[in-house]
């Protein structure tokens, strides 16, 4: 029997620290428990899955049922001499998959080190940084289906990845649970130290292995980023925009020290986080809800913030990029 919590607050149950009830919480350690709930609730409630909380913002009580995959396990299932095929259970946290990986020697997501969440969301949103995004290495991603109880499995291609994109935040947006997903380790990796510091950050550390890339990044990341344990946040709020080359061009004129990285020959991605700083929000705050000042793209929770009063931020924000660059910002973390 899977035990079902009555009025449980979910600060501890997402980064951003905000603190709201949910009617009904249960977390499933197994397929069948996961099952069993759908099967003996799914009539009554509306459903809700969360992984590490890592990427959702509340903005009130939720009147149903959230449930949390704890499915565990690491199992290496296929291991050939260039690729190693792992598969993780959805309740794995992402990092402890990282560290396992570094220490087992197997490369692909040490760049990828450090994200808070479990590794069944990093699909969800297709989680990236530092030039490397999960879908590079994702081989499958199995899952339940929510309405029809029956299970099913994505090969990478199926999956529709896309920048903080793929077919689980459109297409199957909330009838799903992902259960396991299934990674293509590298014996051999080429490792990938390109972006910004990251190779400067190496240097100084004075060896080039999957370690140091892991550490780097570690130290990086911890620079720039608030630890959701201090002060409550969801990393990136905004999606980094893609717009037009042209109008890029346009902007540049206007702003010569406009960073700019091209993804094709018409289309070209801005960061938020600099548009955000150049509209003067770096380090503000507004009663309990403020932008990180060491990175303008974060929002943060000073103290007892509410969902609304991150929301209320976030379209200040929202206006302000729009009226400065004529640029709409999305938001990158899923409201609820
Ligand atoms: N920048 C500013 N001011 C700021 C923040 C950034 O001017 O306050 C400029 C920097 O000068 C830099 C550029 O923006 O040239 C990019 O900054 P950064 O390397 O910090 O990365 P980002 O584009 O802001 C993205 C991801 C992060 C990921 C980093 C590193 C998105 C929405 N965010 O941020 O992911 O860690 O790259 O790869 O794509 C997350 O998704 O939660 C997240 C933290």
Same mark, same amino acid.
């Given at each position: 029997?899977?035990?079902?919590?009555?009025? =449980?607050? !979910?600060?501890?149950?997402?980064? *951003?620290?905000?603190?709201?009830?949910?009617?009904? +919480?249960?977390?499933?350690? %197994? &397929?069948?428990?996961?099952?069993?709930?759908?099967?003996?609730?799914?009539?009554?409630?509306?459903?809700?899955?969360?992984?590490?909380?890592?990427?959702?913002?509340?903005?009130?009580?939720?009147?149903?049922?959230?449930?949390?995959?704890?499915?565990?396990?690491?199992?290496?299932?296929?291991?050939?001499?260039?690729?190693?095929?792992?598969?993780?259970?959805?309740?794995?946290?992402?990092?402890?998959?990282?560290?396992?990986?570094?220490?087992?020697?197997?490369?692909?997501?040490?760049?990828?080190?450090?994200?808070?969440?479990?590794?069944?969301?990093?699909?969800?949103?297709?989680?990236?940084?530092?030039g490397?995004?999960?879908?590079?290495?994702?081989?499958?991603?199995?899952? =339940?289906? !929510?309405?029809?109880?029956?299970? *099913?499995?994505?090969?990478?291609?199926?999956?529709? +990845?896309?920048y903080?994109? %793929? &077919?689980?935040?459109?297409?199957?947006?909330?009838?799903?649970?992902?259960?396991?997903?299934?990674?293509?380790?590298?014996?051999?990796?080429?490792?990938?130290?390109a972006y910004?510091?990251?190779?400067?950050?190496?240097?100084?550390?004075?060896?080039?292995?999957?370690?140091?890339?892991?550490?780097?990044?570690?130290?990086?990341?911890?620079?720039?980023?608030?630890?959701?344990?201090?002060?409550?946040?969801?990393?990136?709020?905004?999606?980094n925009p893609v717009i037009d080359a042209g109008s890029a061009r346009e902007l540049k004129?206007?702003?010569?020290?406009m960073p700019v990285f091209p993804v094709s020959d018409d289309r070209t991605k801005i960061p938020?986080?600099w548009?955000?700083?150049?509209?003067?929000?770096?380090?503000?705050?507004?009663?309990?809800?403020?932008?990180?000042?060491?990175?303008?793209?974060?929002?943060?929770?000073?103290?007892?913030?509410?969902?609304?009063?991150?929301?209320?931020?976030?379209?200040?924000?929202?206006?302000?990029?729009?009226?400065?660059?004529?640029?709409?910002?999305?938001?990158?973390?899923?409201?609820?």
């Amino acid at each position: 029997m899977v035990l079902i919590r009555r009025d =449980l607050s !979910l600060k501890r149950f997402n980064t *951003f620290g905000i603190d709201v009830k949910a009617s009904y +919480f249960a977390r499933a350690e %197994s &397929i069948e428990e996961i099952v069993e709930l759908l099967e003996d609730h799914r009539h009554y409630f509306p459903f809700y899955v969360i992984g590490g909380g890592s990427n959702i913002l509340f903005t009130k009580n939720f009147g149903g049922l959230i449930l949390q995959p704890a499915i565990k396990g690491i199992n290496i299932i296929d291991n050939g001499p260039e690729h190693c095929i792992v598969e993780t259970g959805a309740g794995e946290n992402w990092d402890d998959f990282v560290r396992w990986a570094v220490e087992n020697n197997l490369g692909g997501i040490e760049n990828l080190s450090f994200i808070p969440g479990s590794t069944g969301s990093s699909p969800i949103q297709n989680i990236g940084a530092y030039g490397v995004e999960v879908k590079d290495v994702i081989e499958r991603v199995n899952y =339940l289906d !929510l309405e029809t109880l029956q299970f *099913f499995s994505l090969s990478n291609s199926e999956c529709d +990845f896309g920048y903080r994109s %793929s &077919i689980f935040k459109n297409k199957l947006k909330n009838r799903v649970i992902i259960t396991s997903v299934v990674f293509k380790l590298l014996h051999h990796p080429v490792l990938n130290t390109a972006y910004g510091n990251l190779q400067e950050e190496i240097n100084r550390m004075g060896r080039a292995d999957l370690c140091t890339v892991r550490n780097a990044v570690i130290s990086i990341r911890k620079l720039k980023l608030p630890d959701p344990e201090l002060t409550g946040n969801a990393g990136s709020f905004f999606k980094n925009p893609v717009i037009d080359a042209g109008s890029a061009r346009e902007l540049k004129e206007r702003y010569h020290n406009m960073p700019v990285f091209p993804v094709s020959d018409d289309r070209t991605k801005i960061p938020a986080g600099w548009l955000i700083e150049q509209c003067g929000w770096k380090g503000k705050r507004f009663g309990n809800a403020g932008v990180h000042d060491k990175q303008a793209l974060v929002l943060i929770n000073c103290g007892n913030a509410s969902g609304i009063e991150i929301m209320d931020l976030a379209l200040k924000i929202k206006d302000s990029v729009f009226s400065q660059f004529g640029i709409k910002l999305e938001t990158e973390v899923n409201i609820l």
